[in-house]
Nanobody, 120 residues
Framework: QVQLVESGGGSVQAGGSLRLSCVAS????????MGWFRQAPGKEREFVGG????????DYVNSVKGRFTISRDRTKDTVYLQMNSLKPEDTAVYYC?????????????WGQGTQVTVSS
């Protein structure tokens, strides 16, 4: 049974930082690109960023470039999303994803989501 379990969400003031973690189980971590999506209230779910399974290449949506960083720890089957200089428009539920393809297109597995709230 594949599980992606996110943690690290919470409430922070604008300009602050949070680090999300996602622990993967039930799959061969090294065979998957990993990434993050988010969904704000009343908006469609959008891709935030991803990291490849092989060489650690990363990809980000333009709105978070320079502020968010994705990394993965193969020894812990964990992917991280470091979020700095947070803005109120970053408020959303953040979902961890796993995809056998790179760049991430058709997601194979989704986490349950973790809420991030940024106040002004």
């Amino acid at each position: 049974q594949v599980q992606l379990v996110e943690s690290g969400g919470g409430s922070v003031q604008a300009g602050g930082s949070l680090r999300l973690s996602c622990v993967a189980s039930g799959l061969t971590f090294s065979r998957y690109a990993m990434g993050w999506f988010r969904q704000a209230p009343g908006k469609e779910r959008e891709f935030v960023g991803g990291i490849s399974r092989l060489d650690g290449s990363t990809d980000y949506v333009n709105s978070v470039k320079g502020r968010f960083t994705i990394s993965r720890d193969r020894t812990k089957d964990t992917v991280y999303l470091q979020m700095n200089s947070l803005k109120p428009e970053d408020t959303a539920v953040y979902y961890c994803v796993a995809d056998r393809a790179w760049p991430i297109r058709t997601v194979d597995w989704w986490g349950q989501g973790t809420q991030v709230t940024v106040s002004s």
